[in-house]
């Protein structure tokens, strides 16, 4: 982007456009250790901030006895992870200090992501998770704005179900209000306040009279994220583990029983194979003891097999979740495999 205005614009707005993504990153780094101090009581301080090009981090920060090199970022989910990891290999070549990854909101999924490959996280709320030497600082579940923004009422429990409903079929936005309470299962007023919202929101338009769905890629983010944190676990059923190891290498032998479906790192390695499943995903519509009668499996808290009530309607091809619920279990994972195996399938189409 930078490239393109750059041919159009003189050098005194370049300086300007640098100028201020400078200040706007200068403002997620004050907000950022104005929490910490006010939740931890340690005072932060900025020993630099740097200017846009000079390096590729931003500032260092000391906290307690440790000085830090900081990258400022925006908002880090699951779906831009990855190239963050990758652009902090970069920078881990090019100073001596830890670094720690300052950005305005880090959903949970992601935290443990960071938290796994060593990175050092602070977002602007005062969410963190800070490691080194004998610095130990840990803090979840502040709210920022924009997690209120993505968890609005038009993402509660009924709106998600509802939008899932349109995005596996996009014909399904255009018709009455009626025969979407009769397919979806949701009530009138849900689907009228959740189709003026996504209105608002510039996910449905009207067009030849008829609403339609706009801007889906960004749409099925914006749904992924809300489903992990709001949806998913309030349709948790229980765990099974295999009842051998035998049992356990042979899973794609498994029938599993009428209603259910495989989801997650197993529907995606079924779709393709690229990914071996070390967590085992399945949605039912059926009672969870109906497993059982696959004599493969059995109840365990421990368990690496996780059940799910099914959160949409109609049969499912070879015993498969729709890929999008599938894309989303993989996503909220936080697991760079699953992140990967994510992309190829939305590649691919979902």
């Known amino acids: 982007m930078f490239i393109k205005f750059a041919l159009f614009i003189d050098n005194e707005q370049v300086k300007m456009i640098e100028q201020d993504d400078m200040e706007k990153k200068h403002v997620v780094i004050a907000e950022a250790l104005d929490n910490l101090q006010s939740a931890t009581g340690l005072k932060p301080m900025i020993r630099k901030c740097l200017n846009v090009n000079d390096t590729l981090y931003d500032s260092e920060i000391g906290i307690g006895e440790v000085l830090f090199t900081a990258k400022v970022i925006g908002s880090a989910t699951t779906a831009n992870v990855l190239s963050i990891l990758a652009a902090l290999k970069n920078i881990k070549n090019t100073t001596q200090y830890p670094l720690l990854l300052i950005g305005k909101y880090f959903s949970p999924s992601t935290l443990s992501t960071f938290q796994k490959e060593g990175v050092n996280v602070l977002d602007s709320s005062g969410n963190c998770q800070i490691s080194s030497g004998q610095l130990f ?63 608002k929101r510039k996910f449905i338009t009207i067009h030849d009279g008829k609403r339609m769905l706009i801007n889906r890629d960004d749409f099925i983010e914006l749904w992924q994220q809300s489903y992990n944190a709001v949806m998913k676990p309030k349709l948790f059923m229980g765990k ?13 032998s ?97």
């Open 137 to 199: 600082i840990n803090i979840q579940g502040r709210r920022s704005p924009e997690t209120e923004d993505i968890l609005g009422k038009s993402f509660n429990e009924a709106g998600l179900r509802l939008i899932l409903y349109f995005l596996l079929d996009q014909a399904n936005v255009s018709k009455t209000y009626r025969a979407i309470h009769n397919d979806a299962e949701v009530s009138l007023g849900t689907i009228k306040n959740t189709i003026e919202s996504l209105m």
């Open 240 to 252: 099974m583990r295999f009842i051998s190891n035998e049992a356990k290498r042979d899973w794609t």
């Open 254 to 350: 498994i029938i599993l029983p009428d209603g259910m479906s495989w989801g997650g790192e197993s529907g995606a390695n079924l779709i393709d194979g690229y990914l071996m499943p070390e967590n085992l995903t399945i949605y039912s519509d059926v009672p969870i003891r109906q497993l059982l009668t696959t004599r493969k499996v059995m109840p365990s808290r421990r368990g690496n097999i996780s059940v799910y009530r099914k959160c949409w309607k109609g049969n499912d091809l070879h015993n498969l979740a729709p890929k999008l619920i599938i894309y989303a279990d993989l996503m909220g994972s936080g697991d760079s495999r699953c992140l990967e195996a994510a992309q190829r399938l939305k590649d691919n189409g979902i």
